[in-house]
C-alpha cells in the first residue's frame, strides 16, 4: 500500500494535485504555482506565415518588411551554415519575428520571462526560432544567425521530436560553451565586444576552464574565444568535423580526442594558457583610467556589476547614474566631486510604475535648471517617459509613448523639448517629444539605426550616432566596415537637415558637446579598445582622450565643464568623473606629446540619400560612399548578400495562421511486478505553434482504472486574461488522523481516497508583479477504511463514505524578487487568499479558509542577504480545513506536523552568507561540491483551533512559550547544488526562551524560501 502520513491542509492539496501542470504551465498559471512574475499579453496579434525553401516566418501586421528581411537573410544564412556546419536541413525552420523586445517579452512559445537582455531563443523540441526586432538591424542579424546556428544543430543533434523520443537523442545535450560559443562564432567570428570580456577576464583572472563554466553571459564569450582558437589552431575542417562527429558519438571528450586528439580538459588548459599569453603584456601598455578621471563607484566594493548612464548637473557637482547595487537597477543622486551617494531618486524592477529601467540603451538627462531629470522606463504595456523632481524624488510628469520602445532621452537647453530614439514599424527613429503638449514629432524615418542623441548647447542641432553611413547591405557573416558600424552626425531640429561630423573607422557611439559647442567627445573603438576621444570642429583636429584597458563609455559633459563616462574593468561597470578634460593647456600639451592629437584634413563628402548640405567636417578615414536609399535594400549578385526589397512576393502572399496541435514533449515509463500487475506513467504537453494553446495530460496507472491516478488541463492563453479547465483523478492510501480534507479522527486509520472532479482556472495580471487568480474546485471523495489483520497479514474493507466538496476561491499575489543561487536575494513576495466550501448537498463540505504569506528580502552585500518570512491562515465553518507546522520547511527543530490546528501563525528568519566556495575529495572518489552557502535562522510558531484559549506563554516556571500549541529555534545550515537538485542541511535547537534544548537535524531538497 502506498502510505501518506499527515496530509496538510485543502488549499496545499490543491496545488499538489496542480504540481505537475504546474511544470507545463510555469508562472503564468498562477493557481497552480503562488508564487512567480507574470507574464502579461498586452496585444492581440494577428499572425501570418510566409514560405521560403528553408524557412518560414511568422509574422503580424506591420511587420511586413522585418518579414522580408528575415526571410531572405535566413535563406542566405541556410547557404553560408550548411557549408560551415557540413549539414543541410531535413525539415523547413520555424522563425517567430516580433516587432519589439516588449511584442517579444509576450510570447508564449516559453514560459520563461524574457528579460531585457534575452535577445532571442531555440526552443530544442519544435526547433522554434524566436527573435525581436530592437532597432539595430545589425543586432537582429547577428540574434538571427545566432539562433540559426542553434537550430541547425538541433536539426541535425535531435531530428522531429517524435524521432528524437524514440531514439533517446534529446537526453544528450551539448555542453552550453560549446553550443553558444559556436553560435557567436558564426554569427560574429570575432568582435570588439569578445575581446574586451576576454582581455579583462584574462587579466583580471576570473576567465573559467571550459568544463567549469555553467552559465551567464561569460560563457557565451569564453565559448567564442575557445571556437575561434579551435578553428585557428586545427582549421576549419576540423570543427566541422567535431560538429559531425558529435551526432554519433554523443560525448564531447570523445569527439575531441578522435578529431583533435586531446580532451576537453587538454583543450581549455592549452586555450586558457593561449589566451593569456595573448593579453597580459597589454598591461604594459594601457593606462589606468585613474590618469585621467576619479574613480566614483566601485562595482567591487558595494557588491553591484552595473553602474552605468552618468548624466552630471549643468553646474557640475552633481551626478545621477544607474546601479544594481541593490540587486535591481535603481537611479541614484551622488556628488560629482568626492562620488558620495546623496539618496536612491528612484527604486526599479519593484512597481508597475518603473517596471523595467533599460540598462544599456538607456541615458539620464537633466534640465537646465537642475530642478529635474527625466528618464524612460517600461510601465505596462510600454514605456514612459518620467520627468522626476530631484529634490522630492516625486514624479513631476510622466509621457506615456505610443512607441515599441524609447531610450537616450536628452533635454533641449530652453526646456521645452525633450529628443529620444523611438521604435516604431521596424524603424530606430529619432523624435522630438514637446512637453507642453505631449506631441510627438518625428525627426528621421529611414531603416537605419539612430540612438544617443545630445542638444548642442545653442540649441540649434542634435548629434547622434548612426550606422546610416553605410548602404544598407545585410550579409550572414558580420561586416567590420558595414550596417552597425556608427558614425557621429547632427541634425537641425527644425529643417530636419543631416550633417555627418566624424567617422573615425572604429564604431564611434554616446557624442556629447563642450560647454561652448565648439567640441565634441565621443567613444570609438578603431584601435580595437573603446575609448574617449575628442574631436574640434574648427580645427579638424581628433585627440585620444584615454587609453584603458577594459572600454570606456557613455560620456556626458556638462556646461559646468565636468565629464562623467563609464569604464569596464574587472567583470564590471563604473562610473568615473574628470574636471576640465580639456580646458587646461597642460592637459592638451601632454596628449600631444604622447601623440593622441591628430591633425585632420577637412572634406566635404556627402551622403546623397541624406536631406541637406554638409559642412566641411572630416571623415577619418577617407570612404567612398554609394547612394543609400532609405527604404530599399541593394541587389547584388552575391547569393550570400541580402537582396530582396521589402515586401517580397513570400510575404504579400503569405498564408493566415491556423492553430494546430503538436506535441511539446513526450515521456513516461512501463513497469511490470507479480505483486501490483502491469503499471506505468506518461506525460503529454501538446500546444499550437504559438504556444496560445496548451494541453497537458499525466497519467500513472497502476493494475486498474481505479488505481489510476490522471490529470488533464487545458490552458487558453493568448488574451491577457490566462483561462484554464481540467479535470483530474487521484487515489492514494493513508495511516494517519488527518485526511486530505483536513478532517481529523480520534485517533490514526487506515484509509484510501479517491479523489475526482474538475477545476477552472482564471489568473488576471495588472502587470509583471501582481496578479489576481481565481479557481473553483468540485471535488468528490470516495473514502474506504481499512483494519489490518495481523493474523493474515491483509487489509480488509470495513466501512466507506463519500464527501464532496464544491469550494471557489481567489488569490492576490505579488512578486519583486531577484534571484541568488539557491533562493531569493532582494525585494519581496505576497500572497493573500480566500476560499469557500459550498453546502450545496448533504455530503458537501462548509467552511471559509483565509490564508497570507509575506516575504522579504535584503541584500546587504554580494551573496550575503536577510530574509524574512511570515505566514498565517485560519479556517471555520463546521468542516474548518487544518493546518499544520513543524518540520524543515515550518518550524526547524520539531517533527514534522508536530502542531495542528484551525489557525496557524509561523515566523522564519535568515541571514544568508557564502561558506565555502569549492570542497571536494580527490580519493577514494572524485567527489566535489562548489558555492556552499551558510544560513543562520531563527523560526517561531504555533498553531491551535477555534474552539480553544489561545495561550501561546506560560509563566510556570518563568515566561516561557507553551509547548502545547508551538515553539521556536535557532540553528545553522548549509545549501549545495547537487546535480539539478538544491540540497539543504539544517541543524536546529528548540528553545522556549528559557532554555535550549538537543538539536535536530533535518535533510531536505528544494530552494530556500
Known amino acids: 500500500m502506498r502510505h501518506r502520513r499527515n496530509p496538510s491542509s485543502r488549499a496545499a492539496w490543491v496545488i499538489l494535485v496542480l504540481l505537475l501542470a504546474a511544470a507545463a504551465a510555469g508562472t503564468t498559471t498562477a493557481t497552480a504555482q503562488t508564487f512567480g512574475k507574470n507574464k502579461v499579453q498586452y496585444r492581440q496579434f494577428d499572425w501570418r506565415v510566409a514560405s521560403s525553401e528553408n524557412f518560414e516566418v511568422y509574422f503580424y501586421t506591420g511587420a511586413d518588411t ?228 576619479r574613480r566614483i563607484t566601485d562595482h567591487k566594493e558595494d557588491g553591484s556589476f552595473l553602474n552605468l548612464s552618468p548624466a552630471v548637473s549643468p553646474r557640475g557637482d552633481r551626478l545621477v547614474f544607474l546601479s544594481d547595487r541593490d540587486g535591481h537597477m535603481d537611479i541614484y543622486l551622488a556628488s560629482a566631486i568626492d562620488g558620495k551617494i546623496l539618496r536612491r531618486l528612484v527604486r526599479g524592477e519593484k512597481s508597475m510604475r518603473f517596471e523595467v529601467i533599460p540598462s544599456f540603451r538607456s541615458a539620464l538627462a537633466w534640465s537646465a535648471d537642475e530642478r529635474q531629470i527625466a528618464f524612460v522606463a517600461k510601465s505596462g504595456k510600454g514605456d514612459v517617459l518620467y520627468l522626476l523632481d530631484v529634490k522630492s524624488a516625486k514624479v513631476v510628469k510622466r509621457f506615456p509613448l505610443e512607441l515599441g520602445g524609447a531610450a537616450y532621452p536628452s533635454w533641449s537647453p530652453d526646456g521645452s523639448r525633450i529628443v529620444l530614439t523611438g521604435l516604431s514599424g521596424g524603424r530606430s527613429d529619432l523624435y522630438l517629444l514637446h512637453l507642453e503638449t505631449g506631441a510627438l514629432e518625428r525627426l528621421t524615418d529611414d531603416l537605419y539605426d539612430d540612438i544617443e542623441a545630445a542638444w548642442s548647447p545653442d540649441g540649434t542641432r542634435i548629434a547622434f550616432s548612426s550606422d546610416r553611413h553605410w548602404p544598407f547591405e545585410l550579409r550572414p557573416e558580420r561586416v ?181 496541435f503538436s506535441p511539446d514533449w513526450i515521456t513516461g515509463g512501463f513497469q511490470y511486478t507479480s505483486a501490483f500487475g502491469f503499471g506505468g506513467n506518461t506525460e503529454i504537453s501538446l500546444s499550437d505553434f504559438l504556444g496560445n494553446h496548451r494541453f497537458y495530460i499525466a497519467s500513472d496507472f497502476f493494475s486498474s482504472v481505479e488505481e489510476t491516478d490522471v490529470i488533464a488541463i487545458y490552458y487558453y492563453l493568448p488574451r491577457r486574461l490566462d483561462l484554464g479547465v481540467g479535470a483530474f483523478h487521484y487515489k492514494s492510501y493513508y495511516y494517519s488522523r488527518t485526511t486530505t480534507l483536513g478532517e481529523e479522527f480520534s485517533e490514526e486509520k487506515y484509509f484510501s481516497d479517491r479523489n475526482y472532479g474538475f477545476m477552472l482556472l482564471a489568473s488576471y495580471p495588472f502587470g509583471k508583479f501582481q496578479r489576481v487568480d481565481f479557481d473553483l474546485t468540485h471535488l468528490s471523495v470516495d473514502r474506504v477504511f481499512y483494519e489490518y489483520d495481523p493474523d493474515f497479514g491483509v487489509f480488509y474493507e470495513v466501512s466507506a463514505k463519500t464527501r464532496r466538496m464544491l469550494s471557489p476561491g481567489v488569490t492576490f499575489v505579488g512578486d519583486t524578487v531577484k534571484w541568488g543561487i539557491y533562493g531569493p536575494a532582494s525585494g519581496s513576495r505576497w500572497a493573500v487568499s480566500y476560499s469557500s466550501g459550498l453546502g450545496v448537498s448533504d455530503e458537501s463540505m462548509t467552511f471559509q479558509t483565509s490564508w497570507a504569506d509575506l516575504r522579504k528580502y535584503i541584500r546587504v552585500a554580494p551573496g550575503y542577504s536577510f530574509a524574512f518570512r511570515v505566514v498565517g491562515a485560519f479556517s471555520e465553518g463546521e468542516d474548518a480545513q487544518r493546518f499544520f507546522t513543524g518540520g524543515p520547511y515550518t518550524l526547524r527543530g520539531y517533527e514534522d506536523f508536530e502542531f495542528v490546528g484551525t489557525r496557524v501563525v509561523f515566523v522564519n528568519s535568515e541571514f544568508r552568507f557564502p561558506f565555502i566556495d569549492r570542497l571536494g575529495l580527490v580519493w577514494p572518489l572524485p567527489v566535489g561540491f562548489r558555492n556552499i552557502k551558510g544560513v543562520l535562522f531563527f523560526d517561531i510558531g504555533a498553531a491551535w483551533s477555534d474552539d480553544e484559549s489561545f495561550k501561546p506563554f506560560t509563566r510556570v516556571g518563568g515566561l516561557r512559550m507553551n509547548p502545547a500549541y508551538g515553539g521556536a529555534s535557532l540553528g545553522t545550515g548549509l545549501r549545495t547544488g547537487l546535480s539539478f537538485i538544491i540540497l539543504k542541511v539544517d541543524f536546529a535547537w528548540r528553545t522556549d526562551f528559557d532554555s535550549v534544548s538537543g538539536y535536530r537535524t533535518h535533510v531536505s531538497i528544494g530552494g530556500e524560501f
Request: charged content about 25%.
Open 66 to 293: 522585418l518579414a522580408s528581411i528575415v526571410l531572405d537573410l535566413s535563406e542566405a544564412a541556410a547557404v553560408k551554415l550548411s557549408e560551415s556546419l557540413g549539414h543541410r536541413l531535413q525539415k523547413k525552420i520555424p522563425i517567430i519575428i516580433y516587432e519589439s523586445h516588449y511584442d517579444f517579452e509576450q510570447t508564449n512559445v516559453t514560459f520563461e520571462l524574457l528579460e531585457e537582455g534575452v535577445g532571442g531563443f531555440t526552443e530544442i523540441f519544435k526547433n522554434r526560432v524566436v527573435i525581436p526586432f530592437t532597432g539595430s538591424y545589425e543586432e537582429l542579424r547577428h540574434v538571427l544567425v545566432h539562433e540559426l546556428t542553434h537550430a541547425f544543430l538541433f536539426d541535425m543533434m535531435y531530428g522531429g521530436i517524435l524521432d528524437s523520443i524514440l531514439s533517446a537523442q534529446y537526453l544528450f545535450q551539448v555542453p552550453l560553451w560549446f553550443m553558444e560559443g559556436l553560435a557567436e562564432y558564426e554569427s560574429l567570428g570575432w568582435d570588439g565586444n569578445a575581446d574586451m570580456i576576454m582581455r579583462d577576464a584574462a587579466i583580471s583572472g576570473y576567465a573559467l576552464p571550459l568544463e567549469m563554466l555553467g552559465g551567464g553571459y561569460l560563457v557565451y564569450k569564453q565559448g567564442q574565444s575557445a571556437v575561434v582558437f579551435l578553428v585557428e589552431r586545427y582549421g576549419r575542417e576540423k570543427l566541422r568535423d567535431v560538429i559531425r562527429t558529435l551526432k554519433t558519438s554523443k560525448n564531447l571528450d570523445r569527439v575531441f580526442e578522435t578529431s583533435l586528439g586531446v580532451d576537453v580538459r587538454k583543450f581549455s588548459e592549452t586555450w586558457l594558457e593561449a589566451v593569456r599569453k595573448q593579453y597580459w603584456p597589454e598591461v604594459a601598455v594601457h593606462q589606468s583610467p585613474s590618469t585621467f578621471g
Open 480 to 660: 567590420e566596415q558595414g550596417i552597425g558600424n556608427y558614425s557621429v552626425f547632427a541634425i537641425d531640429p527644425e529643417s530636419g537637415e543631416i550633417e555627418k561630423v566624424v567617422h573615425t573607422g572604429g564604431s564611434d557611439r554616446s557624442p556629447t558637446w563642450s560647454p561652448d559647442g565648439a567640441r565634441i567627445i565621443f567613444t570609438s573603438s578603431p584601435e580595437g579598445i573603446s575609448n574617449l576621444y575628442a574631436f574640434d570642429l574648427a580645427e579638424g583636429t581628433l585627440t585620444r582622450l584615454t587609453d584603458v584597458l577594459g572600454g570606456a563609455f557613455t560620456p556626458d559633459w556638462s556646461a559646468g565643464d565636468r565629464l562623467a563616462f563609464t569604464l569596464f574593468s574587472e567583470g564590471g561597470w563604473d562610473v568615473y568623473v574628470a574636471k576640465e578634460p580639456l580646458s587646461l593647456e597642460a592637459v592638451m600639451e601632454d596628449l600631444a606629446a604622447e601623440g593622441r592629437i591628430e591633425n585632420v584634413p577637412l572634406a566635404a563628402d556627402t551622403l546623397e540619400s541624406l536631406p541637406g548640405p554638409y559642412p566641411p567636417y572630416p571623415l577619418l578615414p577617407p570612404l567612398e560612399l554609394g547612394v543609400v536609399e532609405a527604404d530599399t535594400l541593394r541587389a547584388e549578385s552575391d547569393s550570400l548578400r541580402l537582396a530582396l526589397a521589402p515586401g517580397s512576393l513570400a510575404v504579400a502572399e503569405a498564408r493566415r495562421y491556423k492553430i494546430k
